[in-house]
């Protein structure tokens, strides 16, 4: 059983440029999320999705984006990368009731 | 909009002793939910324990138990016996119910590095 997994684990984008994170789960959750995690700080949320075509922000949604075509699959796209989106990103699962949420095993992404 | 507070940026403990992480929140929601996470250098996040505010038992899972105050707000673990590979840091969190408004997904705090002397 794969669980939650991010494509690039690491990644050097120049500013400007733009990328997708790849997240995919095969255990057929409905719930899926988007956060970021800077240098000595908590995980903060940037979108999620309650289930295929359904998408909403989080705390941290500006100069991102998302979508959300299958149960499987919730890219996180970057359109012009800036310094301030150097982060470590996690995605993560969740079924529907009240569980706990299963992540991935992060993607480093630095922006110079 | 939710707050979770860590007020511990690191804790150090001999292995085999106890040691207690704080975690306060602040939130009008009256039924909702509160974890511990462990990421190791490694990244991973792993739950270590959860427990839902509805419940007024503590919640236990073998050497790890918490300390749930709901009026006080406070949401505390205990590491029992700690062993070596329980250094990592420590991330509490909250979660709003599902029929709460906002959005859905966890708050987290900070984070408490904990590291373990043999």
Redesign the interface.
């Known amino acids: 059983n794969a669980g939650v997994t991010q494509t690039p684990k690491f990644r050097i984008l120049k500013i400007g440029q733009s990328m997708t994170l790849q997240c995919t789960q095969d255990m057929n959750h409905n719930?899926m999320?988007w956060?970021r995690q800077d240098p000595?700080?908590?995980?903060?949320?940037i979108y999620?999705s309650?289930g295929a075509g359904i998408t909403?922000?989080?705390?941290v949604p500006n100069g991102y984006n998302v979508s959300r075509s299958t149960t499987e699959d919730f890219p996180l796209r970057l359109e012009l990368a800036a310094p301030s989106q150097t982060s470590?990103y996690?995605c993560?699962s969740r079924p529907d009731g009240?569980t706990?949420?299963f992540?991935g095993?992060?993607t480093r992404l630095t922006v110079v | 909009a939710q707050t979770v507070t860590q007020s511990q940026p690191e804790m150090s403990v001999q292995e085999a002793e106890t040691v207690t992480l704080s975690c306060t929140y602040d939130t009008s929601e009256s039924d909702y939910y509160l974890f511990w996470y462990k990421q190791p250098p490694s990244r991973q996040m792993i739950l270590v324990i959860r427990q839902e505010a509805y419940k007024q038992q503590n919640a236990t899972e073998n050497r790890f138990s918490v300390n749930f105050q709901k009026a006080a707000k406070s949401f505390s673990l205990k590491i029992s016996d700690s062993q070596l590979g329980d250094a990592a840091m420590y991330f509490c969190a909250y979660r709003p119910p599902p029929s709460g408004g906002g959005a859905d997904g966890l708050t987290f705090g900070k984070g408490t590095h904990l590291i373990i002397q043999p």
């Open positions: 719930y999320y956060y000595g700080m908590g995980l903060k949320l999620y309650v909403d922000k989080g705390e470590v996690f993560a009240n706990e949420a992540f095993q992060g």
